[in-house]
Nanobody, 112 residues
Framework: VQLQASGGGLVQVGGSLRLSCVAS?????MGWYRQSPGKQRELVAT???????NYADYAKGRFTISRDDAQNTAYLQMNSMKPEDTAVYYC??????????WGKGTQVTVSS
């Protein structure tokens, strides 16, 4: 199983980025987590195979998660970005059976 995340980078406050995560198959649920220096990894958003999404409070209204099962890809559109969004973002995939898979992180930096 492989999860390939991309789309991170440097953006100014108020700007936007879109992260992509390409999976090597279909998963029950896909999502994004993030980790800032000195902090624990935290949920950003998840989306199930039937399209149900879940967001952390700080992401509601600014971030949108979506998935394209034909491409085995999940996306995270991030708008109105803030300095506190700076973190390494990790793609996560939950199979029907077994433990979750994690991709390598992609760095997102929001400059003020």
């Amino acid at each position: 199983v492989q999860l390939q995340a991309s789309g991170g980078g440097l953006v100014q406050v108020g700007g936007s980025l879109r992260l992509s995560c390409v999976a090597s198959g279909l998963f029950l649920r896909m999502g994004w987590y993030r980790q800032s220096p000195g902090k624990q990894r935290e949920l950003v958003a998840t989306i199930t195979s039937d399209g149900r999404s879940n967001y952390a409070d700080y992401a509601k209204g600014r971030f949108t998660i979506s998935r394209d099962d034909a491409q085995n890809t999940a996306y995270l559109q991030m708008n109105s970005m803030k300095p506190e969004d700076t973190a390494v973002y990790y793609c996560n995939a939950k199979p029907i059976y077994g433990t979750d898979y994690w991709g390598k992180g992609t760095q997102v930096t929001v400059s003020s």
